[in-house]
């Protein structure tokens, strides 16, 4: 489902493909940042720094690291 008019997804898509490949992967890297921190934001409080890596991992990347 989208509520976005197909005028305004063309036009924010020009903007994106107008970006410099630059632009476009110091942008991708802000976004994977935002959504690690908001990974981080919902995890316990209570874990330790390890326990707090090893979670975020599998929940970023699907498993856990041995």
Not at 9 to 25: D, L, Q, T
Request: hydrophobic share 40%; aromatic share 6%; with cysteine.
């Amino acid at each position: 489902m989208t509520d976005t008019p197909p005028e305004i997804e063309r036009m924010v898509r020009e903007k994106i493909m107008a970006r410099s490949g630059e632009e476009c992967f110091i942008m991708a890297a802000q976004m994977f940042d935002s959504a690690l921190e908001m990974v981080k934001a919902s995890l316990p409080k209570d874990l330790s720094e390890t326990e707090q890596r090893r979670q975020l991992f599998k929940r970023v990347y699907g498993r856990i690291l041995a």
